[in-house]
């Protein structure tokens, strides 16, 4: 069965930075594109970045692009989302994902608040 785990959420406040994790289980890590969504409060999940299977290229979508970061390591089956230069609007609960997932496939999320 598929599976994520997301982390490194928290409260930080506007201009900081935090770093996600997202552990993936139960399919071939390294072969799939990783991609993240944010769930804004009363809103629904949106897309806001991704990295190919190699780590070797990434999108974003463009209200953060230049300020968040994706990587990856495939020896630890993890992706990483470096955030930084937080603005508010960056607030919701992210989760991490694969083409390979189902609805039923995801992940608790990691809550990100960006706040003064």
């Known amino acids: 069965q598929v599976q994520f785990v997301e982390s490194g959420g928290g409260l930080v406040q506007p201009g900081g930075s935090l770093r996600l994790s997202c552990t993936g289980s139960?399919?071939?890590?390294?072969?799939?594109?990783i991609y993240w969504y944010r769930q804004a409060p009363g809103k629904e999940r949106e897309w806001v970045a991704g990295?190919?299977?190699?780590?070797?290229?990434?999108d974003y979508d463009v209200a953060v692009k230049g300020r968040l970061t994706c990587s990856r390591d495939n020896s630890k089956n993890t992706a990483y989302l470096q955030m930084s230069n937080l603005k508010p609007e960056d607030t919701g609960v992210y989760y991490c994902?694969?083409?390979?997932?189902?609805?039923?496939?995801w992940g608790q999320g990691t809550q990100v608040t960006v706040s003064s």
């Open positions: 994902f694969t083409a390979v997932g189902t609805e039923d496939d």
């Open positions: 139960g399919f071939a890590f390294s072969d799939y594109a």
């Open positions: 990295i190919v299977s190699t780590g070797t290229s990434s």
